[in-house]
């Protein structure tokens, strides 16, 4: 004779067992409750990691390349002044200064490798956007002194 209900499902799922049978029944090396001392099964206080939280999925390398092009933008040229002012005369650092636009090769040369291609492309845009919103917010600044100055 045959029950005619619900498929059967893994017993490690039943919600009518307790904690420390339903830990130890899935096989996955769980200790029981009693040996925790809390009651509580070790996997479910730390829950899965979020199933989009992958180096390999597209949102992960756009979002890291877009803000490491606002990073790069912002940092790198300022550790770069910050250490031509610390070994050379202010002069020679005004004049080398410019050279920090060779930064811009790196998110180039980025583009070159398929696995980096899309990383590279977001890390421009990110650096191009932050550039344009700094300028664009002198630009403005600069207008708005001239025109209460004058």
């Not at 490690?12 to 009518?16: E, G, I, R, V």
């Not at 940092?75 to 930064?103: K, N």
């Given at each position: 004779m045959t029950e005619s209900g619900p498929p059967a499902t893994d017993p490690?799922?039943?919600?009518?067992r307790p904690r420390a049978t339903r830990a130890t029944a899935s096989g996955e090396g769980a200790v029981e409750a009693s040996q925790h001392g809390t009651g509580a099964d070790p996997e479910e206080e730390q829950g899965p990691p979020p199933s989009w939280w992958h180096s390999s999925h597209p949102t992960f390398a756009g979002l890291i390349g877009f803000f490491t092009g606002?990073?790069?933008?912002?940092?790198?040229?300022?550790?770069?002044?910050?250490?031509?002012?610390?070994?050379?005369?202010?002069?020679?650092?005004?004049?080398?200064?410019?050279?920090?636009?060779?930064?811009?090769?790196?998110?180039?040369v980025l583009l070159i490798p398929r696995k980096t291609r899309r990383f590279a492309q977001f890390m421009l845009l990110g650096t191009v956007a932050t550039a344009l919103v700094i300028g664009l917010t002198a630009a403005l600044v600069l207008w708005v002194l001239v025109q209460l100055g004058g």
């Open positions: 490690a799922a039943d919600p009518a606002v990073a790069f933008v912002i940092v790198v040229p300022g550790i770069y002044a910050a250490l031509l002012s610390l070994v050379f005369s202010d002069a020679t650092a005004q004049r080398l200064f410019p050279l920090v636009a060779l930064i811009i090769v790196v998110p180039l």
